[in-house]
Every structure is written in structure tokens, then in C-alpha cells.
């Protein structure tokens, strides 16, 4: 099982930031190669700011879930393809974070 950091309030990957019941993904920063549960989080408790993954990651997104790899349109679809548990619509105001264009 891939391990999701942060300040979290559950093993699905909520943490204190983000913590309703649709916030169950866990984004890699490309920087350090971890998952967190947000960037806030990651930004709390490491030497660098949250590095965005490049298009050319194959797997940026981890459901908190069921703790299946995502690839980012497989993150898109709002849901999780395996475990069908849907994702915070939200969470799209925080793409340029997470995600390089």
C-alpha cells in the first residue's frame, strides 16, 4: 500500500484542509515523489513548495479510497475508475497546482 502524507483525518486521505467526504485523493508532488493529501499539507512539512507532475507522469493521482495509481484522465473522470468513489468537483480550481499544462 503507497503511503499518502499529510495532516490527515482518516486513511482515505482526508486531512485537516480538505476533509469532506468527496476529498480522497492523494497527488504526487514531482519534486520529492510522494503523495499527499493536498499542498497544503506537503507545503507544511517539506524544504519546497508542491512541484506540479508533468504531462509525462503515468500515475500523478492515488484514490484515497481504494489506493489504485491514477493517471490524470483517469482522475478527470470525477471518479474513480475502480472503486467508482467520486472525487471533489472542487478540486479543479487547484489543477495548476497539481497538474503541469
Do not use: W
Amino acid at each position: 500500500m503507497i503511503k499518502i502524507y499529510g495532516a490527515l483525518t482518516d486513511q482515505a486521505g482526508r486531512c485537516r484542509h480538505y476533509h469532506s467526504q468527496l476529498d480522497i485523493v492523494a497527488l504526487k508532488c514531482a519534486a520529492c515523489q510522494k503523495y499527499y493529501a493536498c499542498y497544503r499539507c506537503h507545503d507544511e512539512v517539506t524544504d519546497h513548495h508542491f512541484v506540479a507532475s508533468s504531462s509525462s507522469e503515468p500515475y500523478p493521482v492515488l484514490c484515497g479510497n481504494c489506493s489504485c495509481l491514477l493517471s490524470k484522465s483517469q482522475y478527470l473522470l470525477g471518479h474513480c475508475p475502480y472503486c467508482q468513489a467520486a472525487f471533489n468537483p472542487n478540486c479543479r480550481f487547484h489543477h495548476q497546482i497539481y497538474f503541469k499544462a
